[in-house]
Structure formats: C-alpha cells, structure tokens
C-alpha cells in the first residue's frame, strides 16, 4: 500500500476544540490535518472570543490545522477567509456537512443542498472573491432527503477549484444511523474533479485499508468517532503502512 495515505481528524463540535487536538497531537499522533469544529461567521464580521482561540496560531500548528466555515452568505466566507489566511492558515474547510436540525434550517451545511442554484451561486461568489492563496476543501453529504441529489451536486463541485472534496455518503436525513451509500462514493470517485476524501463508518485498520483498497486514488480518509474511540488508531495505521509498504 502506498505509505503516503493520509489520516484526517473529523471536527466534532464541542469536542475536538484546540486543547484536545494538540493533547491529541503530543500523545497519540499519526493525524495528518486536524480540522477545526466549525466557525459560523456573520454580519458582526467578528470572531467570536471562543472562535478566535480554536483559531488562535498560537494555539495552533497552521501547517495541519484546518479551520472550518459554515454560512450560507459568501461575504461571510470570504471575510472570513482574509482573516484566517492573514492568520497564516493554507486551507479553510466549507462546511456542507452537517446534518443538524438546527443548522439545516438556518439554510446551512448539508440545509444548503438542497437549494442547488444557491449553492452554485455562492461558490461562484466565493471563488471569485478570493484574494489570497489559502485554498478552499469542501466537507459534504450527498444531499439532503434522496441520494439522488447528489448528481446536481457534484456537476456545481466539478465547476470550481476545490482543493479537496470530502464526502460523508449519506444524506441530511439519515444522520449517522442510516447505512451509508458507498455506490455514490464509487460515482464521486469516477467523475469528481477535485481530489477526494472518503468519511463515514471508519472505526478500525480494516475499515481503513479496505477503504484505500476500494478507492486507490482518494487523498486520504477523514474519521471522527473512530479516533475518539480509539485515539490510537491512525498510528497504529501508519505503523502497518511502515511495516508493510
């Protein structure tokens, strides 16, 4: 197996804040990018003091950290932006993800699928207003009520230059319950232009080389509760990958 597979640290709100990812770091390790549990940035055009030190580069190792962003305004984003890149971070995470009943309805994280020509709008918005270098990844489900959606979906992703497109394949809907749908990973994988990152369901070294087996090409796999569970995990990945090149 290729030893350059790399292992990303899902966010997960109220838990992965920067004291636990730099615990994380120093006693465990083997995490490739840790990504920040996700800024909502608004009108105030301000972080919040809470916000600012998950942030804080001091805090911070900037070359594995990757802030998050959830809005559904683009001068939220790319204000945003300017503040995290003038901060020295490489790469900001659009958060297209979360399923959460109370961020859907706000029209946000995976809320926002469902409105396609907004999205469209939005990352053209975006990519057109960057005015740095950082790079923009995106973190999505397929959709929000039917897997189906997914195709609209990706045709939007294919039209911009995302760093890296990590899907979590199943929809609003299902949450973390439902069984994922790998067939749309499989479809993402034959026809994404951006490079990918398979997340969801990935709790042992098993999981994981099978989920590099399947998809030989992906740029690494994100996991969430599979490293809280057993903090040891991508190390111990690495160290096979070591042993066994």
Avoid at 63 to 75: F, G, H, R, Y
Avoid at 102 to 116: D, E
Avoid at 123 to 147: C, H, M, P
């Amino acid at each position: 197996m290729d030893s350059n597979k790399k292992i990303y640290l899902a966010p997960l709100e109220g838990v992965t804040d920067s004291i636990f990812r730099n615990t994380f770091k120093k006693y465990f390790g083997g995490v490739d990018k840790y990504y920040t549990p996700f800024i909502s940035p608004n009108s105030t055009f301000k972080f919040t003091t809470r916000e600012f030190k998950d942030i804080d580069p001091e805090k911070n190792d900037i070359n594995t950290t990757v802030p998050q962003l959830l809005t559904n305004k683009a001068e939220h984003f790319l204000w945003a932006a300017g503040e995290i890149a003038s901060l020295g971070f490489k790469e900001i995470n659009f958060n297209l993800g979360c399923p959460s009943g109370t961020v859907v309805a706000k029209k946000k994280g995976s809320g926002l699928l469902y409105y396609p020509e907004e999205l469209d709008s939005m990352l053209y918005e975006i990519f057109a207003g960057l005015k740095n270098d950082i790079q923009v990844s995106i973190k999505t489900r397929l959709g929000k009520l039917e897997s189906d959606e997914f195709y609209e979906i990706l045709e939007i992703y294919n039209k911009y230059p995302i760093s890296e497109l990590t899907i979590h394949p199943r929809v609003q809907k299902d949450f973390y319950r439902e069984p994922i749908h790998p067939d749309f990973f499989q479809y993402a994988y034959s026809n994404a232009k951006a490079p990918l990152v398979f997340n969801g369901d990935v709790k042992t070294i098993s999981d994981i080389d099978d989920t590099f087996n399947n998809y030989p090409l992906i740029n690494a796999v994100m996991i969430g509760r599979g490293l809280i569970s057993n903090p040891k995990l991508a190390l111990e990945f690495k160290k096979v990958q070591r042993t066994n090149p």
